[in-house]
Each structure stands twice: as C-alpha cells, then as structure tokens.
C-alpha cells in the first residue's frame, strides 16, 4: 500500500485527504475529506493530475517597446510535464504584432497542447 | 486654464475602472472620460499572466491579460475615451458641484478637466518593508511580490536566483512558482499568522507542487548584505506574533520576496475629503456605492481589497451604473434619503456598503464584508428591524476570503418604515 497525502483546493477549508493506493495503482480508501467534491478532487489528483502552465517569453518589433508576451497552454497538461513544457519554451522569441489566441508552439513537449498568447502586443 | 468637461470622469482604468465606464455607458451615460496612468489599459491585470480568472463573470478560466482585454473591448466597442500616460494629481470639489480634476502627462503636460460625477478606481499598492521594521541595511534584492512579478512577466527579467518569501498573499504564492518556472530556488516562504491568506489552490499549486515549504508562524527577522541581500534569518512567532529566541534559521539568498497585504491607493479620496473607514482603508459608502462627498463614487480595490477581480467587475459596474443615474437626475439625488447603518457584530470587521437607504436599493444590494479570523458551522444572518430576513449557512469563513450576502428590493419592500439592519455571525447548530 502507498499512502499520498493531499490538500484539497475545493473549498477554503483545505482538508488534508490521505489516499491508501495498491502498489497497482488502484485506490483502496480516501479519507479526510468531508464532502463528495473532496474525493472527486482526490482522485484525479492521485491517477492523473494536470494543471494550465502559463509563462511568458521574449517578443521583438514591438511598436511600443514592449518586451514579452505572455502565454499558457491551450488546455491542461500532465502536471509532470510542466518543466518539460517550460524548457521547450526556453529562448523562444516572437515577432510582433501578437493577438491573444495566435498558436506560439504547436503540440508542446509532446503534449498534443498548443501554446497560445494571451496578450495583445503591437 | 480652460477646463474641459465631461459629465463622468473614472480614475483609473484598470478591471474596476474599465467596468464602470462601460456599465455607465449602458446605463445611458455618453460623456465618459477614463483616465489612466500607466501605458495600457489593464491595471495590475496585465502582470498577473497566470490563469483562474473570470470564472464568476464569463464562465471560463482566463488569464489576468486576456480577462482585462474582455473589458478593454467593450470600452472600445462603445467609443468611451481614455486617455493613458495621464496621472491625476488632484480632485476637488468645484463650484456648482462639479469636481475639479488636474491631471499631468507626458504628451499633454498639465490638464485641467471638471466633471459632474467621478468614481475612483484607483486600486491598491503592497504593503512595503518599510512599513514591516525588519532590521539590516538596505540591500538590493528586496522586492515586493508584485514588482518582482512586474519585473518577470512584463520586463522580461528574472530578478533573483535563490529566493525567501515572506507573506503568504495570493500574490507571493503565484511569484513563488513563477520563480520556479524562470529557473530560481524558492527555498521557503514564511508566513506571520498561523494560517495562510492564500488560497487554498495557490498553496497546493504554487507551493506543494514544487515542494516549496511553507512556514506558518514564521516571519525574517534579519536581512543580511549590505549592497545585495546575501542571506536573510528566520524565526518562529509565538502567540504575541512576537520572535522565539532560539528558533533562527538561516537561509543564503540572493533575493527576498515581500506578500505582506495591499493598501488602497486613497491618496486623492483624503484630499476631497471623504469619509474614510479605518478598518478597509478605503473610504466609506452607502448603497450606490457613493462616498461620503456626493456625486465621488468608489469600486474595487480602492475601496477595500477584494479576492477575485469577478468581484471587482460586477463592484464597479454597480458604481458605473449609480454614477450614470447621479449625473441624469442628480437634484433628486441630492435630496439624499436618510440612510440606516449596517451594524455588525460575530467577527464581521466590516460591511461594504457601511450604509443603506432602501428606496435607493434597485433589484438587489450585495452587502460585502470580512471576518477577522477563521471560522467553522456559522451562519451568516440579516436582520431587518429584528426580524430575520436573510440567512445562509458557512461551513467555514476565512479572513482570505471575502463574503457576500443579497438583499433584494424585495425582501427590504417586506420591511417598511426600516430602522435598523443588523449582520451577524452565528453558530450554526
């Protein structure tokens, strides 16, 4: 047995939820929490956590002297691929003009996710 | 000087700022005129590049720049003029009840403007280490959380490689995985109280993630370095929020991150002469949101430091919104009806607004307000000349977390010849 501990982020009570998991990955008790959002949380946090990674990079031509644009990932990602993701961002840099939406790396670190700007940079 | 003249004149246009124009103009208003310091319409929301916006107002996670262009959208759509690089440096109260603004820019030097309603939208600024008395020399490397996020996402720079952080704020937690992600050590983050104003997300994403450790009770005692920070020392608190002696713990650090709360930015609000609440630092308002000089509104951040900028929206919609109404049929306005104090009591530390008159309340009134400590099975109670009217239950409330309670026009119609409007927190059995 393998025993995770999270927080859960549903509520401002944050219940500490211990999850018992079989050395196959299957969950065998969650408990902690107090309500049936905290086990659903629980549970995807344990098999298969994912997170938007968002982060910015360097842009040039811009009209107004700006430096960066900022961007995220079109949809979440396995969270173990954040720094992943990060580095294929590193030394990246876009010309200018930048609309919110426009696709900055296609299917990132093997991810099958865009990034996209979030930002509009003239 | 010649003034120039517009019936609505917004301070700031920032996410409060950009919503009361617009709510204003669709309210019918089309003398608007937004005046914003820095180079972009926005406010803060151009740094925070991190997602989890909007979900109350558009039902979907945006980040802060993509939330602000939303709104930056249907001020331009609708035309409202704006003016960037323009920094107010004074209101007053004109003759015929007009408020007189000077503002200076770069472009257009110093301008004189009048108008006949103005809603501040100012928003707030860090608390600073001045304001902390940590002992040391003044070394580089000290930056509040939000400079240092500025410095990261907008300018481009990383401003340190090994970092504390001190204050458990929203903003410190989102800093401390920024860093992280840009290729700095966050070694700690060290929080004064026993819990964290955080929320809880940002604790499990911005901390636990990275296995960033957060200390609660702790705070820095010592910043070591004299032209940049080298190390800082940090100690547990007791009860007193006083150091243990004996508890010390050094860290070598190049850099120390500041999240030790928000002030309101009320510079211009004291000089008119408002009213100013001590416990919000912001200034005092009844239920359209007006401060105590009649025709100077006030929404978001400048009024009390909110959580979510949804908030903030829907805030300064209502002000836009009062505003446009004050401007088309101001006499009446002026007449003023009596208003009757929210009283509070259970924990509440204060209500926004401070005041009400009834027959002003148009479909609903959000009543606003924080607790002062964390709290479990309460319920939140309001009471209509003793009588309970409205009531929710609150399995657990958080200084962090600002609460709102409705009162609807018609529940306040139920209560006639009102004298008196209680807010309590009670346990809940």
């Known amino acids: ?122 | 000087m010649d003034r120039t003249a517009y019936n609505l004149i917004i301070i700031g246009g920032g996410p409060a700022g950009l919503a009361a124009a617009v709510s204003a103009y669709d309210a019918g208003e089309r003398s608007i005129l937004i005046l914003e310091r820095d180079t972009r319409l926005g406010g803060i929301l151009n740094q925070c590049i991190h997602n989890g916006f909007g979900l109350h107002t558009f039902q979907e996670e945006l980040t802060g720049p993509e939330y602000a262009q939303r709104y930056i959208d249907k001020v331009v759509e609708r035309g409202i003029e704006y003016r960037l690089d323009t920094m107010v440096m004074s209101l007053e109260m004109g003759e015929n009840k007009l408020k007189e603004i000077m503002a200076v820019s770069e472009q257009e030097g110093l301008r004189l403007y009048s108008a006949k309603a103005v809603v501040l939208a100012m928003g707030c600024r860090e608390r600073s280490r001045g304001a902390l008395n940590i002992p040391g020399f003044r070394p580089a490397g000290v930056f509040s959380a939000g400079t240092a996020q500025r410095l990261v996402n907008i300018e481009g720079y990383l401003p340190g490689r090994r970092v504390v952080i001190l204050g458990s704020g929203d903003i410190g937690l989102i800093m401390a995985r920024r860093m992280t992600l840009e290729g700095a050590k966050v070694l700690v983050c060290a929080e004064l109280m026993p819990y964290s104003g955080g929320l809880k997300r940002n604790i499990v994403q911005c901390l636990d993630d990275y296995h960033i450790p957060l200390k609660l009770s702790h705070t820095v005692v010592r910043i070591e370095g004299k032209e940049r920070v080298e190390g800082v020392v940090i100690a547990e608190v007791g009860p007193d929020r006083k150091p243990i002696p004996g508890t010390e713990e050094h860290y070598d650090c190049d850099t120390l991150l500041l999240s030790v709360g928000l002030l309101p930015e009320n510079e211009l609000t004291i000089t008119l002469g408002a009213e100013m609440s001590r416990v919000t630092n912001g200034p005092v308002v009844n239920e359209s949101l007006e401060t105590s000089v009649p025709g100077v509104f006030a929404a978001g951040n400048v009024l009390h430091v909110h959580d979510l900028v949804d908030y903030v929206s829907e805030e300064a919609g209502k002000a836009g919104e009062s505003a446009a109404l004050y401007i088309a049929d101001s006499a009446e306005l002026e007449e003023g009806a009596p208003r009757i104090p929210i009283e509070f009591e259970g924990g509440v530390r204060y209500t926004v607004p401070s005041a009400v008159a009834p027959d002003r309340v148009k479909k609903w009134l959000k009543i606003r307000f924080r607790v002062g400590d964390v709290m479990q099975n309460r319920k939140v109670a309001l009471y209509l000349n003793g009588e309970l009217a409205v009531a929710k239950k609150r399995r657990v409330m958080a200084p962090g977390e600002m609460e709102e309670l409705v009162l609807t026009e018609k529940i306040l119609d139920a209560h006639p010849d009102l004298k008196r409007i209680e807010l309590k927190v009670e346990e809940d059995a």
């Open chain 1, 1 to 122: 047995m393998i025993t995770k501990n999270l927080t859960c982020i549903g509520c401002p009570l944050g219940c500490q939820i211990e999850v018992l998991m079989q050395e196959n990955g299957e969950i065998a008790l969650i408990t902690g929490n107090t309500c049936q959002r905290g086990e659903k949380y629980a549970r995807k946090e344990v098999t298969a956590p994912t997170r938007i990674v968002t982060s910015s990079v360097h842009v040039y031509g811009s009209r107004k002297g700006e430096r960066t644009v900022p961007l995220k990932t079109a949809s979440d990602i396995p969270k173990e691929k954040i720094m992943d993701v990060i580095r294929d961002l590193r030394g990246v840099s876009v010309p200018c003009p930048v609309h919110i939406g426009d696709v900055i790396m296609r299917d990132i670190a093997g991810t099958g996710v865009d990034v996209v700007a979030t930002k509009e940079v003239e």
